[in-house]
């Protein structure tokens, strides 16, 4: 589990680099891969969140 959570951040890391870099872009794909990143960060949540669920009593 470890492991996959560190490869979760990873990938979170990744997703924000890319945001940063494509913040100010203005064509006709910015807005597709903004939502595809956001879709892709709601996923990583909602994995991390399964992944911890076994620590709430």
């Not at 940063?20 to 595809?36: F, K, V």
Request: aromatic share 2%; hydrophobic share 30%.
């Amino acid at each position: 589990m470890s492991d996959r959570i560190k490869k979760l951040r990873k990938e979170i890391s990744e997703i924000n680099e890319a945001n940063r870099t494509h913040i100010h872009r203005r064509d006709a794909t910015a807005g597709a891969e903004q939502e595809r990143r956001l879709q892709r960060l709601q996923e990583i949540l909602d994995e991390l969140m399964s992944l911890t669920d076994w620590k709430k009593p």
